[in-house]
């Protein structure tokens, strides 16, 4: 099992910064890459950015256009996502991820959800 546990949520103005952290623990932590999902109310869970555990590779949503970093500590067994320039749009409840892909189904292993909200 995979446990993980967002943080760093929050209300912000438009242009502002936040991170969000997201620290995993459980077993065979390398054998997953971890994701960043979003969702707004009423619409489908999106998906934001996404890092390898070994590779350290990452990949991000096309709306994110150099917004956001994805980044992680393997000692902290932690997750990172860095969201500069906020905008309104971005506003939704943020969701760490353990999987593969760019798919919600990709993901067996999903934390409670952060929310971020964005004031213009």
């Known amino acids: 099992q995979v446990q993980l546990v967002e943080s760093g949520g929050g209300l912000v103005q438009a242009g502002d910064s936040l991170r969000l952290s997201c620290a995993a623990s459980g077993r065979t932590l390398s054998s997953y890459g971890m994701g960043w999902f979003r969702q707004a109310p009423g619409k489908e869970r999106e998906f934001v950015a996404r890092?390898?555990?070994?590779?350290?590779?990452?990949y991000y949503g096309d709306f994110v256009k150099g917004r956001f970093t994805i980044s992680r500590d393997n000692a902290k067994n932690t997750v990172y996502l860095q969201m500069n320039n906020l905008k309104p749009e971005d506003t939704a409840v943020y969701f760490c991820a353990a999987g593969a892909g760019a798919a919600v189904r990709g993901y067996p292993y999903w934390g409670q959800g952060t929310q971020v909200t964005v004031s213009s």
């Open positions: 890092i390898s555990w070994s590779l350290d590779s990452t």
